[in-house]
Protein backbone atom coordinates (compact mmCIF):
# COMPACT_ATOMS: atom_id res chain seq x y z
CA UNK A 1 0.00 0.00 0.00
CA UNK A 2 1.18 3.51 -0.58
CA UNK A 3 2.89 5.58 2.01
CA UNK A 4 3.85 8.90 3.22
CA UNK A 5 7.36 8.58 4.48
CA UNK A 6 9.83 10.97 6.31
CA UNK A 7 12.77 11.70 6.95
CA UNK A 8 14.88 11.95 9.44
CA UNK A 9 12.78 9.61 11.82
CA UNK A 10 14.67 12.15 14.80
CA UNK A 11 16.69 15.19 14.54
CA UNK A 12 18.46 16.99 17.58
CA UNK A 13 20.21 20.85 16.08
CA UNK A 14 21.12 23.41 18.00
CA UNK A 15 19.17 26.27 18.85
CA UNK A 16 19.50 29.13 16.18
CA UNK A 17 20.21 26.06 13.45
CA UNK A 18 18.37 25.57 10.49
CA UNK A 19 16.47 22.46 10.26
CA UNK A 20 15.38 20.98 7.07
CA UNK A 21 12.40 17.93 7.47
CA UNK A 22 11.43 15.91 4.48
CA UNK A 23 8.94 14.45 2.81
CA UNK A 24 7.82 12.01 0.37
CA UNK A 25 3.54 12.10 0.14
CA UNK A 26 2.04 9.81 -1.84
CA UNK A 27 2.70 10.01 -5.59
CA UNK A 28 -1.16 10.77 -7.08
CA UNK A 29 -1.90 13.02 -4.27
CA UNK A 30 -2.16 16.86 -4.67
CA UNK A 31 -2.56 18.45 -1.09
CA UNK A 32 0.52 18.26 1.17
CA UNK A 33 0.19 19.05 4.95
CA UNK A 34 2.56 19.57 7.88
CA UNK A 35 1.37 18.97 11.22
CA UNK A 36 3.25 18.97 14.56
CA UNK A 37 2.73 17.80 18.12
CA UNK A 38 3.96 19.21 20.56
CA UNK A 39 5.26 16.48 23.70
CA UNK A 40 1.85 15.45 25.46
CA UNK A 41 0.19 18.23 23.77
CA UNK A 42 -2.63 17.75 20.44
CA UNK A 43 -1.96 17.76 16.98
CA UNK A 44 -1.77 20.79 15.08
CA UNK A 45 -2.63 22.18 11.96
CA UNK A 46 0.71 23.95 10.54
CA UNK A 47 0.10 24.41 6.71
CA UNK A 48 -1.61 22.84 3.37
CA UNK A 49 -0.14 22.81 0.28
CA UNK A 50 -1.57 22.93 -3.20
CA UNK A 51 -0.89 23.43 -6.94
CA UNK A 52 2.83 24.66 -5.82
CA UNK A 53 1.63 27.01 -3.07
CA UNK A 54 0.66 27.89 0.55
CA UNK A 55 -3.19 27.24 0.16
CA UNK A 56 -3.43 27.77 3.83
CA UNK A 57 -1.41 28.55 7.20
CA UNK A 58 -2.17 28.52 10.99
CA UNK A 59 -0.84 31.15 13.59
CA UNK A 60 2.00 28.85 14.01
CA UNK A 61 3.25 28.72 10.78
CA UNK A 62 5.12 32.14 11.41
CA UNK A 63 7.91 33.77 9.04
CA UNK A 64 10.69 31.36 9.91
CA UNK A 65 8.62 28.44 8.75
CA UNK A 66 8.51 27.63 4.88
CA UNK A 67 7.44 24.84 2.93
CA UNK A 68 8.53 23.78 -0.99
CA UNK A 69 8.25 20.97 -3.20
CA UNK A 70 11.32 21.36 -5.15
CA UNK A 71 11.84 18.50 -7.51
CA UNK A 72 7.62 17.13 -7.66
CA UNK A 73 8.53 14.58 -5.43
CA UNK A 74 9.59 15.83 -2.14
CA UNK A 75 7.74 18.20 0.35
CA UNK A 76 10.31 20.05 2.76
CA UNK A 77 9.45 21.72 5.89
CA UNK A 78 12.28 24.56 6.70
CA UNK A 79 12.42 25.94 9.40
CA UNK A 80 15.23 28.66 9.62
CA UNK A 81 16.28 29.61 12.82
CA UNK A 82 15.09 26.94 15.54
CA UNK A 83 13.61 27.46 19.10
CA UNK A 84 13.60 25.39 21.93
CA UNK A 85 9.68 25.72 21.52
CA UNK A 86 10.26 24.13 18.17
CA UNK A 87 10.90 20.62 19.98
CA UNK A 88 7.95 18.40 18.29
CA UNK A 89 7.15 15.35 16.45
CA UNK A 90 6.46 16.91 12.94
CA UNK A 91 4.12 15.18 10.56
CA UNK A 92 3.63 15.55 7.02
CA UNK A 93 0.32 14.30 5.50
CA UNK A 94 -0.77 14.01 2.09
CA UNK A 95 -4.42 14.04 0.76
CA UNK A 96 -6.06 12.81 -3.06
CA UNK A 97 -7.67 15.90 -2.97
CA UNK A 98 -10.92 14.50 -5.02
CA UNK A 99 -13.36 14.53 -1.86
CA UNK A 100 -15.45 11.00 -2.08
CA UNK A 101 -14.67 7.33 -0.89
CA UNK A 102 -11.10 6.46 -0.12
CA UNK A 103 -9.73 9.85 -1.16
CA UNK A 104 -11.54 11.64 1.44
CA UNK A 105 -8.74 10.76 4.25
CA UNK A 106 -5.50 12.24 4.72
CA UNK A 107 -2.41 9.68 4.87
CA UNK A 108 0.17 10.28 7.93
CA UNK A 109 3.43 9.98 7.49
CA UNK A 110 5.40 8.12 10.71
CA UNK A 111 6.98 11.67 11.98
CA UNK A 112 10.22 13.17 12.48
CA UNK A 113 11.17 14.06 16.39
CA UNK A 114 12.63 17.05 16.44
CA UNK A 115 14.99 18.09 19.33
CA UNK A 116 16.42 21.83 19.36
CA UNK A 117 18.82 21.76 22.56
CA UNK B 1 -14.29 28.00 13.31
CA UNK B 2 -14.18 23.92 14.01
CA UNK B 3 -13.83 22.27 17.50
CA UNK B 4 -13.51 19.07 18.44
CA UNK B 5 -13.58 18.16 22.71
CA UNK B 6 -12.63 14.44 23.48
CA UNK B 7 -13.90 14.07 27.04
CA UNK B 8 -11.12 12.33 29.32
CA UNK B 9 -7.69 12.55 28.36
CA UNK B 10 -7.06 8.68 30.06
CA UNK B 11 -9.68 5.96 29.45
CA UNK B 12 -8.43 2.59 31.74
CA UNK B 13 -10.55 -0.52 31.03
CA UNK B 14 -9.90 -4.22 31.60
CA UNK B 15 -9.19 -6.52 28.91
CA UNK B 16 -12.66 -7.61 27.62
CA UNK B 17 -14.15 -4.89 28.84
CA UNK B 18 -16.05 -2.26 26.34
CA UNK B 19 -14.00 0.70 25.11
CA UNK B 20 -15.86 3.97 24.95
CA UNK B 21 -13.88 7.11 23.80
CA UNK B 22 -16.10 10.61 23.88
CA UNK B 23 -15.84 12.79 21.30
CA UNK B 24 -18.31 15.63 20.46
CA UNK B 25 -17.57 18.45 17.54
CA UNK B 26 -18.64 22.31 16.43
CA UNK B 27 -19.05 22.80 12.67
CA UNK B 28 -21.04 24.66 11.11
CA UNK B 29 -21.39 22.55 8.24
CA UNK B 30 -22.11 18.80 8.32
CA UNK B 31 -18.17 17.79 8.60
CA UNK B 32 -16.18 14.77 7.92
CA UNK B 33 -15.03 12.88 11.78
CA UNK B 34 -12.26 10.61 11.73
CA UNK B 35 -10.28 8.52 14.37
CA UNK B 36 -6.99 8.43 14.44
CA UNK B 37 -4.36 6.00 16.47
CA UNK B 38 -1.05 6.45 17.52
CA UNK B 39 1.17 3.72 19.31
CA UNK B 40 3.74 5.03 21.68
CA UNK B 41 6.66 6.57 18.92
CA UNK B 42 4.95 5.78 15.27
CA UNK B 43 2.36 8.38 13.63
CA UNK B 44 -1.07 8.69 13.41
CA UNK B 45 -3.09 5.61 11.60
CA UNK B 46 -6.82 5.96 10.43
CA UNK B 47 -8.94 3.95 12.55
CA UNK B 48 -12.31 5.41 10.74
CA UNK B 49 -13.87 8.10 9.28
CA UNK B 50 -17.37 8.72 8.58
CA UNK B 51 -18.20 10.99 5.38
CA UNK B 52 -21.77 11.33 5.32
CA UNK B 53 -22.87 8.20 4.07
CA UNK B 54 -23.63 5.60 6.90
CA UNK B 55 -23.90 6.76 10.21
CA UNK B 56 -22.54 3.56 11.96
CA UNK B 57 -19.10 3.11 10.80
CA UNK B 58 -17.06 0.26 11.12
CA UNK B 59 -13.37 0.58 11.09
CA UNK B 60 -10.10 -1.56 11.80
CA UNK B 61 -9.12 -3.66 14.70
CA UNK B 62 -13.04 -4.14 15.85
CA UNK B 63 -13.33 -0.54 16.18
CA UNK B 64 -16.53 1.12 15.14
CA UNK B 65 -17.99 5.01 15.65
CA UNK B 66 -21.74 6.64 15.36
CA UNK B 67 -22.70 9.48 13.78
CA UNK B 68 -24.96 11.09 16.25
CA UNK B 69 -25.61 14.83 14.60
CA UNK B 70 -28.62 15.74 17.01
CA UNK B 71 -25.85 15.03 19.89
CA UNK B 72 -22.60 16.27 17.41
CA UNK B 73 -20.74 13.26 18.80
CA UNK B 74 -18.63 10.84 17.06
CA UNK B 75 -17.91 8.67 20.11
CA UNK B 76 -15.55 5.42 19.58
CA UNK B 77 -16.76 2.22 20.81
CA UNK B 78 -14.97 -1.62 20.56
CA UNK B 79 -16.77 -4.22 22.29
CA UNK B 80 -13.59 -6.28 23.95
CA UNK B 81 -10.75 -4.41 24.41
CA UNK B 82 -7.24 -6.00 23.93
CA UNK B 83 -4.24 -5.17 25.47
CA UNK B 84 -2.79 -4.08 22.12
CA UNK B 85 -5.27 -1.51 22.15
CA UNK B 86 -3.33 0.42 24.37
CA UNK B 87 -2.89 3.77 22.60
CA UNK B 88 -3.87 7.28 22.28
CA UNK B 89 -6.51 8.13 20.06
CA UNK B 90 -7.74 11.12 18.64
CA UNK B 91 -10.58 12.53 17.43
CA UNK B 92 -10.50 14.73 13.62
CA UNK B 93 -12.59 16.86 11.90
CA UNK B 94 -12.71 18.30 8.30
CA UNK B 95 -14.74 20.28 5.91
CA UNK B 96 -16.62 17.73 3.84
CA UNK B 97 -16.08 17.73 -0.29
CA UNK B 98 -12.59 19.19 -0.04
CA UNK B 99 -9.17 18.87 1.33
CA UNK B 100 -9.05 20.93 4.27
CA UNK B 101 -6.82 20.22 6.69
CA UNK B 102 -7.80 18.22 9.79
CA UNK B 103 -8.18 19.69 13.39
CA UNK B 104 -8.13 17.68 15.99
CA UNK B 105 -8.68 16.70 19.48
CA UNK B 106 -6.66 16.46 22.28
CA UNK B 107 -6.55 12.72 22.32
CA UNK B 108 -7.45 10.18 24.80
CA UNK B 109 -4.41 8.10 26.47
CA UNK B 110 -6.56 4.55 26.49
CA UNK B 111 -4.85 2.09 28.98
CA UNK B 112 -5.98 -1.72 28.87
CA UNK B 113 -5.44 -3.54 32.28
CA UNK B 114 -4.65 -7.03 32.87
Known amino acids: EPEVTQTPSHQVTQMGQEVILRCVPI?????FYWYRQILGQKVEFLVS????????KSEIFDDQFSVERPDGSNFTLKIRSTKLEDSAMYFC???????????????FGQGTRLTVV | AQSVTQLGSHVSVSEGALVLLRCNYSSSVPPYLFWYVQYPNQGLQLLLK??????LVKGINGFEAEFKKSETSFHLTKPSAHMRDAAEYFC????????????FGSGTQLTVLP
Open chain 2, 50 to 55: YTSAAT
Open chain 1, 27 to 31: SNHLY
Open chain 1, 49 to 56: FYNNEISE
Open chain 2, 92 to 103: AVSDPGSARQLT
Open chain 1, 93 to 107: ASHHGTGTGRDTEAF
